[in-house]
């Protein structure tokens, strides 16, 4: 286990609320959740179809893919304060010139601004965060972690609302610039409050990795199986996870749901998320990470085959549902942990910025392929297996894991098979 030089202080748990609260308002609550508020104002207005509009959420994710392991390059090199700040006002920009751009251009228009979005709010999302947060806890990190990436889920459930009532109140046009009020006015100043300046940043918590060269820790960090293992697992797992919890609500529709039943059980949903993101950071300060990991996975697995099943009471399609989003909530804890106790924090915003990008093309790729499935079978269910399939993968890639290294047996240098060098 990689320990901290930064001891642990009651204090930081302020930097944790502080990081929770730039994580709700960072690019993928507000751009990718709250941006379904704006689908059916938008066919109105301009006559597109849904399919047309919902692409948008396709090229904000890829767009978020191709841009993470550049962010986290930056956020290695530079610190995360000067180029956070920097991201934020220009994925603000972009959401307040939507309007302009849709007006101007039509569909083309939205999507350019997708991938500006995407591309430009990359730095200040939750990779800025978590490698604050496990810069400054060890023992505590994965609790610290799970209230952090709770920014998520209370993005998720906040920035629509906001969305809604804006568009409701005084059109699309508000509705895009009320969000772009978010990062400017409430990201930024937390983002100068705790954000890491680049001494900081190139400073390193790993014993004995200060004398190795970054750009050499992520060149072995890239050569490990580990990596490969770990990319695999958030791949496999976000097109499984992600690509059911889009189409959650046409299958509870196809299992007899009334919609706004339907609804209603899926914002309890996100309060199961909300759960699982702090009981599975808490769990991985406790035990070995993988096996916390394989637990959710394996819970998620038994979840996606009762929705699997045609002919269930809906007390058991909604069990099934809540134990998908358990692994949907402890997902990106376990990203962020396995980053941070396998490689150190020397290279960290590279790693998770690599591991983030596995995960959005997942994100992206799982949605597309259950409705190519759907609408080649006309129904769930041969999608359904194949998301068990995979998931059940992604639990025997956990137990291939190996244990971390210990503090005093290993650097991280030693790890990764390095010869010393002069410190980038």
Known sequence: MFISSIPFNRRDWMLVVL???????SVIPVAIFAFGAFIKPLSLAFGWGRGGISATFTFLAIAVAVAMPIAGTVIDRYGSKGPGVISLLLYAAGLAAVPTLLQTFGLQGLYFAACWIGATGSVSSSIAYTKIVS???????GLALGIVTTGVAIGAAVNPMLAVYLIGRFGWQAGFYGLAVLPALVGVPIMLAIGESRNLSNSTADP???QFNRNDVFRNVMRTPIFGILLAIFLISAMAINGIQLHLL????????APDVAAQFYAYLALVSVVARLASGYLVDRYFAPYVGALCYSLATAGIVLLAVPSLPFSSVIFGAALLWIAGGAESDLLAILASRYFGMQAFGRVYGWLYAAFMIGSAVGPLFLGMLFDKNGNYQNALVICAIGLALSVMLMFLLPAFPGKEAVTLGKKLGLNSGPAD
């Open 250 to 257: 046409p299958i509870f529709s196809d299992k007899g749901f």
């Open 19 to 25: 990081g929770m609260l730039g994580v709700t308002v």
């Open 135 to 141: 810069r400054r806890f060890d023992s505590h990190r």
């Open 208 to 210: 004995g990795a200060g």
